[in-house]
Protein backbone atom coordinates (compact mmCIF):
# COMPACT_ATOMS: atom_id res chain seq x y z
CA UNK A 1 0.00 0.00 0.00
CA UNK A 2 1.36 3.31 -1.37
CA UNK A 3 1.49 6.29 1.05
CA UNK A 4 -1.71 7.55 -0.78
CA UNK A 5 -3.45 4.59 0.31
CA UNK A 6 -2.03 4.48 3.66
CA UNK A 7 -3.44 8.58 3.60
CA UNK A 8 -7.15 7.63 2.31
CA UNK A 9 -7.31 4.73 4.81
CA UNK A 10 -6.27 6.49 7.98
CA UNK A 11 -8.60 9.88 7.00
CA UNK A 12 -11.71 7.05 7.06
CA UNK A 13 -12.58 7.17 10.94
CA UNK A 14 -13.48 3.70 12.65
CA UNK A 15 -16.70 2.46 11.69
CA UNK A 16 -18.64 1.99 14.95
CA UNK A 17 -20.47 -0.74 14.14
CA UNK A 18 -16.98 -3.03 14.59
CA UNK A 19 -16.78 -2.25 18.52
CA UNK A 20 -12.67 -1.27 17.05
CA UNK A 21 -13.04 1.77 19.58
CA UNK A 22 -14.15 0.33 22.37
CA UNK A 23 -11.43 -2.49 21.57
CA UNK A 24 -8.50 0.35 21.96
CA UNK A 25 -10.35 1.39 24.82
CA UNK A 26 -10.05 -1.64 26.66
CA UNK A 27 -6.17 -2.11 25.49
CA UNK A 28 -5.29 0.80 26.47
CA UNK A 29 -6.90 0.83 29.72
CA UNK A 30 -5.52 -2.70 30.58
CA UNK A 31 -1.86 -2.34 29.36
CA UNK A 32 -1.23 0.85 31.12
CA UNK A 33 -3.48 -0.95 34.25
CA UNK A 34 -1.48 -3.70 34.61
CA UNK A 35 1.75 -1.66 34.33
CA UNK A 36 1.08 0.93 36.68
CA UNK A 37 -0.20 -1.95 39.19
CA UNK A 38 2.81 -4.04 39.30
CA UNK A 39 4.87 -0.48 39.17
CA UNK A 40 2.79 0.57 42.42
CA UNK A 41 3.06 -2.76 44.11
CA UNK A 42 6.73 -2.75 43.92
CA UNK A 43 7.27 0.55 46.06
CA UNK A 44 4.50 -0.40 48.14
CA UNK A 45 5.50 -3.40 49.24
CA UNK A 46 8.87 -2.49 49.56
CA UNK A 47 11.41 -1.97 52.53
CA UNK A 48 12.22 1.45 50.94
CA UNK A 49 8.95 2.46 52.11
CA UNK A 50 9.81 2.37 55.80
CA UNK A 51 9.70 5.31 58.27
CA UNK A 52 13.28 4.44 59.18
CA UNK A 53 14.42 5.59 55.66
CA UNK A 54 15.18 9.23 55.00
CA UNK A 55 12.32 11.28 53.51
CA UNK A 56 14.31 12.57 50.70
CA UNK A 57 14.85 8.97 49.27
CA UNK A 58 10.82 8.07 49.83
CA UNK A 59 10.24 11.18 48.10
CA UNK A 60 12.60 10.80 45.12
CA UNK A 61 11.42 7.21 44.79
CA UNK A 62 7.86 8.08 44.38
CA UNK A 63 8.39 11.03 42.14
CA UNK A 64 10.58 8.19 40.10
CA UNK A 65 6.87 5.95 39.86
CA UNK A 66 4.30 9.16 38.59
CA UNK A 67 7.24 9.78 36.34
CA UNK A 68 7.25 6.22 35.15
CA UNK A 69 4.05 5.74 35.05
CA UNK A 70 3.06 8.79 33.31
CA UNK A 71 5.57 8.10 30.34
CA UNK A 72 4.20 4.56 30.13
CA UNK A 73 1.18 5.92 29.57
CA UNK A 74 1.33 8.72 27.33
CA UNK A 75 3.77 6.14 25.28
CA UNK A 76 1.28 3.57 24.92
CA UNK A 77 -1.17 6.55 23.83
CA UNK A 78 1.09 7.08 20.60
CA UNK A 79 1.48 3.50 19.86
CA UNK A 80 -2.43 2.72 20.03
CA UNK A 81 -3.50 5.73 17.72
CA UNK A 82 -7.30 6.84 17.45
CA UNK A 83 -7.45 6.33 13.65
CA UNK A 84 -6.26 2.91 12.73
CA UNK A 85 -3.43 3.39 10.44
CA UNK A 86 -2.49 0.75 7.83
CA UNK A 87 0.71 -0.61 9.03
CA UNK A 88 0.84 -0.83 13.23
CA UNK A 89 4.28 -2.28 13.47
CA UNK A 90 5.64 -0.27 10.90
CA UNK A 91 3.75 3.19 11.03
CA UNK A 92 2.22 4.03 14.24
CA UNK A 93 0.15 7.53 14.37
CA UNK A 94 3.46 9.99 14.17
CA UNK A 95 7.14 8.84 15.37
CA UNK A 96 8.13 7.15 18.77
CA UNK A 97 7.99 9.56 21.77
CA UNK A 98 11.70 9.16 22.46
CA UNK A 99 11.82 11.99 25.00
CA UNK A 100 9.13 9.69 26.69
CA UNK A 101 10.21 6.56 26.15
CA UNK A 102 13.92 7.87 27.74
CA UNK A 103 11.64 9.30 30.69
CA UNK A 104 10.19 6.09 31.29
CA UNK A 105 13.49 4.05 30.78
CA UNK A 106 15.37 6.35 33.65
CA UNK A 107 12.91 5.97 36.04
CA UNK A 108 12.28 2.12 35.60
CA UNK A 109 16.18 2.52 36.05
CA UNK A 110 16.18 4.15 39.16
CA UNK A 111 13.55 2.63 40.72
CA UNK A 112 14.91 -0.67 40.52
CA UNK A 113 18.09 0.47 41.88
CA UNK A 114 16.80 2.12 44.63
CA UNK A 115 14.96 -1.26 45.37
CA UNK A 116 17.82 -3.48 44.80
CA UNK A 117 19.79 -0.89 47.23
CA UNK A 118 17.50 -2.32 49.89
CA UNK A 119 17.93 -5.80 49.11
CA UNK A 120 14.18 -6.18 48.05
CA UNK A 121 15.39 -8.85 45.56
CA UNK A 122 11.94 -9.75 44.24
CA UNK A 123 10.37 -6.59 43.62
CA UNK A 124 13.75 -4.26 42.18
CA UNK A 125 12.96 -5.78 39.11
CA UNK A 126 9.86 -4.60 38.30
CA UNK A 127 10.39 -1.14 37.17
CA UNK A 128 12.80 -2.64 34.79
CA UNK A 129 10.50 -5.11 33.27
CA UNK A 130 7.80 -2.76 32.71
CA UNK A 131 10.16 0.17 31.22
CA UNK A 132 11.61 -2.54 28.93
CA UNK A 133 7.90 -4.07 27.82
CA UNK A 134 6.70 -0.65 26.63
CA UNK A 135 10.26 0.05 24.77
CA UNK A 136 9.78 -3.28 22.99
CA UNK A 137 6.37 -1.82 21.45
CA UNK A 138 7.94 0.56 19.34
CA UNK A 139 10.63 -1.71 17.99
CA UNK A 140 9.94 -4.83 15.17
CA UNK A 141 9.53 -8.26 16.28
CA UNK A 142 13.02 -9.20 16.21
CA UNK A 143 14.91 -6.89 17.60
CA UNK A 144 11.47 -6.29 20.56
CA UNK A 145 12.55 -9.54 21.69
CA UNK A 146 16.46 -9.63 21.67
CA UNK A 147 15.86 -6.33 23.64
CA UNK A 148 13.56 -8.66 26.53
CA UNK A 149 15.95 -11.22 26.30
CA UNK A 150 18.73 -9.29 26.85
CA UNK A 151 17.02 -7.37 29.66
CA UNK A 152 16.69 -11.23 31.22
CA UNK A 153 19.90 -12.18 31.07
CA UNK A 154 20.83 -8.73 32.54
CA UNK A 155 18.36 -8.63 35.11
CA UNK A 156 19.69 -12.57 35.93
CA UNK A 157 23.18 -11.92 36.40
CA UNK A 158 22.57 -8.25 38.16
CA UNK A 159 20.04 -10.18 40.81
CA UNK A 160 22.78 -13.56 41.33
CA UNK A 161 25.84 -11.40 41.82
CA UNK A 162 24.15 -8.36 44.05
CA UNK A 163 22.56 -11.63 46.38
CA UNK A 164 25.52 -13.57 46.30
CA UNK A 165 27.76 -10.40 47.73
CA UNK A 166 25.35 -9.79 50.42
CA UNK A 167 25.56 -13.70 51.10
CA UNK A 168 22.02 -14.72 50.27
CA UNK A 169 20.90 -17.21 48.34
CA UNK A 170 21.29 -16.35 44.55
CA UNK A 171 18.96 -18.90 43.07
CA UNK A 172 15.53 -16.82 43.76
CA UNK A 173 17.67 -13.45 42.84
CA UNK A 174 18.74 -14.62 39.58
CA UNK A 175 15.52 -16.68 38.75
CA UNK A 176 12.91 -13.96 39.57
CA UNK A 177 14.03 -11.01 37.70
CA UNK A 178 14.60 -13.14 34.49
CA UNK A 179 11.26 -14.63 34.36
CA UNK A 180 9.37 -11.21 35.61
CA UNK A 181 10.91 -10.02 32.27
CA UNK A 182 9.74 -12.33 30.07
CA UNK A 183 6.35 -12.39 31.84
CA UNK A 184 5.77 -9.22 31.55
CA UNK A 185 7.12 -8.50 27.38
CA UNK A 186 4.82 -11.80 26.86
CA UNK A 187 1.96 -10.48 28.30
CA UNK A 188 2.09 -6.41 27.23
CA UNK A 189 3.35 -7.93 23.45
CA UNK A 190 0.47 -10.08 23.03
CA UNK A 191 -2.16 -7.37 23.93
CA UNK A 192 -0.08 -5.46 21.58
CA UNK A 193 -0.52 -8.31 19.14
CA UNK A 194 -4.20 -8.65 19.61
CA UNK A 195 -4.53 -5.10 18.84
CA UNK A 196 -2.60 -4.89 15.80
CA UNK A 197 -4.30 -7.82 14.08
CA UNK A 198 -7.70 -5.72 15.02
CA UNK A 199 -6.08 -2.86 13.29
CA UNK A 200 -5.01 -4.64 10.17
CA UNK A 201 -8.71 -6.64 9.82
CA UNK A 202 -10.30 -3.21 10.00
CA UNK A 203 -7.77 -1.48 7.29
CA UNK A 204 -8.49 -4.72 4.97
CA UNK A 205 -12.65 -4.61 5.21
CA UNK A 206 -12.39 -0.40 4.79
CA UNK A 207 -9.99 -1.35 1.44
CA UNK A 208 -12.03 -4.28 0.47
CA UNK A 209 -15.14 -1.67 0.71
CA UNK A 210 -13.32 0.74 -1.86
CA UNK A 211 -11.77 -1.91 -4.41
CA UNK A 212 -16.02 -3.01 -4.19
CA UNK A 213 -16.50 0.86 -5.36
CA UNK A 214 -13.47 0.42 -7.48
CA UNK A 215 -14.98 -2.44 -9.01
CA UNK A 216 -18.52 -1.06 -9.62
CA UNK A 217 -17.13 1.66 -11.08
CA UNK A 218 -15.42 -0.12 -13.77
CA UNK A 219 -18.11 -2.40 -14.54
CA UNK A 220 -20.89 1.18 -14.71
CA UNK A 221 -17.70 1.80 -17.26
CA UNK A 222 -17.99 -1.23 -19.44
CA UNK A 223 -21.46 -0.97 -19.59
CA UNK A 224 -21.64 2.71 -20.76
CA UNK A 225 -18.60 1.77 -23.61
CA UNK A 226 -21.33 -1.14 -24.53
CA UNK A 227 -24.13 0.97 -25.18
CA UNK A 228 -22.47 4.10 -26.24
CA UNK A 229 -20.18 2.13 -28.89
CA UNK A 230 -22.73 0.22 -29.99
CA UNK A 231 -25.11 2.75 -30.60
CA UNK A 232 -22.37 4.66 -32.21
CA UNK A 233 -21.13 2.77 -34.59
CA UNK A 234 -24.75 2.30 -35.40
CA UNK A 235 -25.66 6.22 -36.39
CA UNK A 236 -22.06 6.59 -37.98
CA UNK A 237 -23.30 3.45 -40.31
CA UNK A 238 -26.30 4.80 -40.97
CA UNK A 239 -25.39 8.73 -41.33
CA UNK A 240 -22.49 7.53 -43.98
CA UNK A 241 -25.95 5.11 -45.64
CA UNK A 242 -28.01 8.77 -45.61
CA UNK A 243 -24.99 10.70 -47.03
CA UNK A 244 -24.71 8.36 -50.19
CA UNK A 245 -28.47 8.22 -50.64
CA UNK A 246 -28.78 11.84 -50.39
CA UNK A 247 -28.87 12.72 -54.15
CA UNK A 248 -30.22 9.39 -55.53
CA UNK A 249 -33.04 8.72 -52.87
CA UNK A 250 -33.64 11.86 -51.27
CA UNK A 251 -36.74 10.20 -49.32
CA UNK A 252 -34.71 6.90 -48.06
CA UNK A 253 -31.82 9.43 -47.36
CA UNK A 254 -34.14 11.35 -44.88
CA UNK A 255 -35.91 7.58 -43.35
CA UNK A 256 -32.40 7.03 -42.39
CA UNK A 257 -32.03 10.05 -40.41
CA UNK A 258 -34.92 9.89 -39.28
CA UNK A 259 -33.38 6.29 -38.22
CA UNK A 260 -30.42 8.26 -36.94
CA UNK A 261 -32.34 10.64 -34.66
CA UNK A 262 -34.48 7.66 -33.24
CA UNK A 263 -31.08 5.59 -32.65
CA UNK A 264 -29.64 8.87 -30.63
CA UNK A 265 -32.66 9.61 -28.93
CA UNK A 266 -32.28 5.30 -27.63
CA UNK A 267 -28.86 6.29 -26.63
CA UNK A 268 -29.65 9.14 -24.69
CA UNK A 269 -32.47 7.06 -22.92
CA UNK A 270 -30.09 3.81 -22.30
CA UNK A 271 -27.26 5.79 -20.72
CA UNK A 272 -29.88 7.78 -18.55
CA UNK A 273 -31.16 4.18 -17.47
CA UNK A 274 -27.12 2.65 -16.98
CA UNK A 275 -26.76 5.74 -14.59
CA UNK A 276 -30.16 5.51 -12.62
CA UNK A 277 -29.28 1.63 -12.37
CA UNK A 278 -31.92 0.24 -13.97
CA UNK A 279 -31.34 -1.32 -17.04
CA UNK A 280 -31.43 -4.43 -18.23
CA UNK A 281 -30.16 -6.10 -21.31
CA UNK A 282 -31.69 -9.81 -22.47
CA UNK A 283 -30.72 -11.40 -25.19
CA UNK A 284 -34.19 -11.59 -26.96
CA UNK A 285 -33.77 -7.26 -27.21
CA UNK A 286 -30.58 -8.23 -28.60
CA UNK A 287 -31.32 -10.51 -31.15
CA UNK A 288 -33.98 -8.87 -32.35
CA UNK A 289 -31.87 -5.84 -32.71
CA UNK A 290 -28.64 -7.24 -33.97
CA UNK A 291 -31.27 -8.35 -37.01
CA UNK A 292 -32.79 -4.90 -37.60
CA UNK A 293 -29.17 -3.66 -37.48
CA UNK A 294 -27.17 -6.01 -39.54
CA UNK A 295 -30.09 -6.03 -42.44
CA UNK A 296 -29.68 -2.30 -42.54
CA UNK A 297 -26.16 -2.75 -43.41
CA UNK A 298 -26.74 -5.38 -46.26
CA UNK A 299 -25.88 -8.13 -44.35
CA UNK A 300 -27.76 -11.05 -44.53
CA UNK A 301 -28.22 -12.25 -41.15
CA UNK A 302 -29.95 -16.21 -40.16
CA UNK A 303 -31.50 -16.56 -36.87
CA UNK A 304 -32.05 -20.28 -35.42
CA UNK A 305 -33.36 -20.20 -32.13
CA UNK A 306 -34.75 -22.55 -29.77
CA UNK A 307 -38.02 -21.01 -28.54
CA UNK A 308 -37.76 -23.25 -24.85
CA UNK A 309 -34.20 -21.63 -23.96
CA UNK A 310 -35.31 -18.31 -22.44
CA UNK A 311 -37.78 -19.82 -20.30
CA UNK A 312 -35.14 -21.63 -18.35
CA UNK A 313 -31.94 -19.66 -18.00
CA UNK A 314 -32.61 -16.84 -15.27
CA UNK A 315 -32.49 -12.96 -15.92
CA UNK A 316 -29.09 -12.60 -15.40
CA UNK A 317 -27.99 -15.63 -17.48
CA UNK A 318 -29.96 -13.90 -20.43
CA UNK A 319 -28.87 -10.62 -19.74
CA UNK A 320 -25.14 -11.78 -19.75
CA UNK A 321 -25.93 -13.63 -23.44
CA UNK A 322 -27.05 -10.28 -24.37
CA UNK A 323 -23.98 -8.24 -23.69
CA UNK A 324 -22.16 -11.06 -25.88
CA UNK A 325 -25.03 -10.55 -28.49
CA UNK A 326 -24.60 -7.39 -28.45
CA UNK A 327 -20.53 -7.30 -28.45
CA UNK A 328 -20.58 -9.94 -32.01
CA UNK A 329 -22.61 -7.41 -33.88
CA UNK A 330 -20.85 -4.79 -32.68
CA UNK A 331 -17.69 -7.06 -33.68
CA UNK A 332 -19.41 -7.55 -37.48
CA UNK A 333 -20.47 -3.83 -37.77
CA UNK A 334 -17.04 -2.69 -36.99
CA UNK A 335 -14.14 -4.49 -37.82
CA UNK A 336 -15.44 -7.30 -40.69
CA UNK A 337 -16.18 -6.69 -44.06
CA UNK A 338 -19.25 -9.99 -43.40
CA UNK A 339 -21.99 -10.37 -46.19
CA UNK A 340 -23.45 -13.20 -43.76
CA UNK A 341 -24.24 -13.82 -40.41
CA UNK A 342 -25.33 -17.14 -38.57
CA UNK A 343 -26.55 -16.91 -35.16
CA UNK A 344 -27.73 -19.93 -33.55
CA UNK A 345 -29.40 -20.12 -30.02
CA UNK A 346 -30.38 -24.05 -28.37
CA UNK A 347 -30.36 -26.40 -25.55
CA UNK A 348 -27.19 -29.05 -26.08
CA UNK A 349 -25.62 -31.49 -23.68
CA UNK A 350 -27.63 -29.25 -20.87
CA UNK A 351 -26.24 -25.97 -22.00
CA UNK A 352 -27.73 -23.30 -23.42
CA UNK A 353 -25.43 -22.26 -26.36
CA UNK A 354 -25.27 -18.83 -28.63
CA UNK A 355 -23.15 -19.09 -31.39
CA UNK A 356 -22.26 -15.88 -33.87
CA UNK A 357 -20.41 -16.50 -36.69
CA UNK A 358 -19.70 -14.04 -39.53
CA UNK A 359 -17.76 -14.60 -43.30
CA UNK A 360 -16.01 -10.91 -42.97
CA UNK A 361 -12.76 -11.83 -41.16
CA UNK A 362 -9.76 -11.16 -43.24
CA UNK A 363 -7.61 -14.31 -44.43
CA UNK A 364 -5.73 -16.08 -41.73
CA UNK A 365 -4.30 -19.11 -39.79
CA UNK A 366 -7.20 -21.26 -37.72
CA UNK A 367 -6.74 -19.93 -34.04
CA UNK A 368 -9.20 -20.63 -30.96
CA UNK A 369 -9.70 -19.10 -27.82
CA UNK A 370 -11.09 -20.83 -25.54
CA UNK A 371 -11.82 -17.63 -23.01
CA UNK A 372 -9.52 -14.98 -21.32
CA UNK A 373 -5.85 -14.53 -21.87
CA UNK A 374 -5.11 -14.75 -25.88
CA UNK A 375 -5.97 -12.32 -28.58
CA UNK A 376 -9.17 -12.36 -30.28
CA UNK A 377 -8.42 -12.43 -34.07
CA UNK A 378 -7.78 -9.32 -36.19
CA UNK A 379 -8.82 -6.18 -33.78
CA UNK A 380 -11.66 -8.04 -32.03
CA UNK A 381 -10.67 -6.25 -28.96
CA UNK A 382 -10.78 -2.67 -28.14
CA UNK A 383 -7.90 -3.57 -25.42
CA UNK A 384 -7.73 -4.36 -21.63
CA UNK A 385 -11.01 -4.25 -19.91
CA UNK A 386 -13.59 -4.09 -22.48
CA UNK A 387 -15.02 -7.05 -25.08
CA UNK A 388 -14.60 -10.31 -25.45
CA UNK A 389 -12.01 -10.42 -22.62
CA UNK A 390 -13.87 -8.94 -20.40
CA UNK A 391 -17.24 -10.75 -21.21
CA UNK A 392 -15.23 -13.93 -20.73
CA UNK A 393 -14.40 -13.24 -17.26
CA UNK A 394 -17.98 -12.79 -16.69
CA UNK A 395 -19.49 -15.92 -18.63
CA UNK A 396 -16.52 -17.95 -16.87
CA UNK A 397 -17.84 -16.33 -13.00
CA UNK A 398 -21.71 -17.05 -13.95
CA UNK A 399 -20.27 -21.09 -14.40
CA UNK A 400 -20.31 -20.82 -18.51
CA UNK A 401 -17.47 -20.50 -21.19
CA UNK A 402 -16.98 -18.11 -23.65
CA UNK A 403 -14.78 -19.08 -27.00
CA UNK A 404 -13.89 -17.91 -30.48
CA UNK A 405 -12.56 -18.78 -33.17
CA UNK A 406 -10.94 -17.29 -36.81
CA UNK A 407 -10.24 -20.11 -39.35
CA UNK A 408 -9.65 -18.73 -42.43
CA UNK A 409 -12.35 -15.63 -43.32
CA UNK A 410 -14.67 -16.97 -40.39
CA UNK A 411 -15.13 -15.49 -37.36
CA UNK A 412 -17.41 -17.30 -34.45
CA UNK A 413 -17.62 -16.62 -31.12
CA UNK A 414 -20.15 -19.07 -29.03
CA UNK A 415 -21.26 -18.44 -25.23
CA UNK A 416 -22.78 -21.28 -23.36
CA UNK A 417 -24.07 -21.51 -19.48
CA UNK A 418 -25.88 -24.07 -17.92
CA UNK A 419 -29.38 -24.72 -18.01
CA UNK A 420 -31.57 -24.12 -14.89
CA UNK A 421 -34.64 -26.22 -15.43
CA UNK A 422 -36.50 -24.73 -12.53
CA UNK A 423 -38.91 -22.94 -14.80
CA UNK A 424 -39.00 -19.04 -15.90
CA UNK A 425 -37.88 -16.37 -13.40
CA UNK A 426 -41.13 -14.98 -12.27
CA UNK A 427 -42.33 -11.25 -12.85
CA UNK A 428 -41.16 -8.61 -11.04
CA UNK A 429 -40.58 -4.80 -11.36
CA UNK A 430 -37.58 -3.63 -12.67
CA UNK A 431 -35.72 -2.43 -9.53
CA UNK A 432 -35.88 -6.25 -8.05
CA UNK A 433 -34.57 -7.26 -11.40
CA UNK A 434 -31.63 -4.67 -11.63
CA UNK A 435 -30.84 -5.66 -7.79
CA UNK A 436 -30.46 -9.27 -9.14
CA UNK A 437 -28.40 -8.66 -12.01
CA UNK A 438 -26.35 -6.03 -10.09
CA UNK A 439 -25.43 -9.15 -7.49
CA UNK A 440 -25.14 -11.63 -10.31
CA UNK A 441 -22.17 -9.09 -11.64
Known sequence: ?????????????????????????????????????????????????????????????????????????????????????????????????????????????????????????????????????????????????????????????????????????????????????????????????????????????????????????????????????????????????????????????????????RLATDALRDTRAVVQGYRRVTLEEEITNATRVLAAAGIDARMELDPAVPGLLPGPDRHLLGLVMREATTNVLRHSRARHVEVSYRITDGLARLTAANDGAPDRRTTEHPGIGREAGPRQEAGPGTGLRTLAERVRTAGGELTWRHDGDRFTVTASLPVERSGPEPAGDRTTAAATDLEAR
Open 1 to 261: MDCCDNDRVRDVPADPGTGLTNFRRYTWWSLIGIIAFFLVFSVARSRIMDVAVPFVVRFAVVTALALTVAAVAVSISRRLPRVPSGSPDTDPDGPPPVGWLAAGGAGGIALGVALLAVRDYGLWSFGPAMTVSVIAMFLPDRRRWLLIAATAVGAAVLGGVTAAVSGQGSLFAAAFPAGLVVFTGWVTLGMLWAWDVAERLNAARRLSAELAIKDERLRFAADLHDIQGHHLQVIALKSELAARLAEADPARAAAEMQEVR
